[in-house]
């Protein structure tokens, strides 16, 4: 089986799409209103990993995703 080689995007192709910077390095966060006051918070670093959660109060929402984040690094 041949490996997939996966190039990484740079901050600025990421920053285009996910524009809000996370406080954890290399990661960046989009948050999006999918209807009335319900929120979609996703973060996506330079390697297209995304991680991502949905609910009413996005403040929440990005501290929830980042701690998950740092959970995945340790």
């Known amino acids: ?40 918070v996703e973060a996506k670093d330079v390697y297209g990993r995304i991680i991502s959660k949905a609910g009413n109060d996005p403040d929440k929402l990005v501290i929830e995703v980042e701690e998950e984040i740092d959970g995945m690094n340790r």
């Open 1 to 40: 089986m041949m490996k997939k080689v996966i190039r990484p995007l740079t901050v600025d192709q990421l920053t285009q799409t996910h524009p809000r910077k996370s406080k954890l390095e290399g990661w960046r966060i989009r948050i999006e209103e999918m209807s009335n006051e319900v929120y979609k």
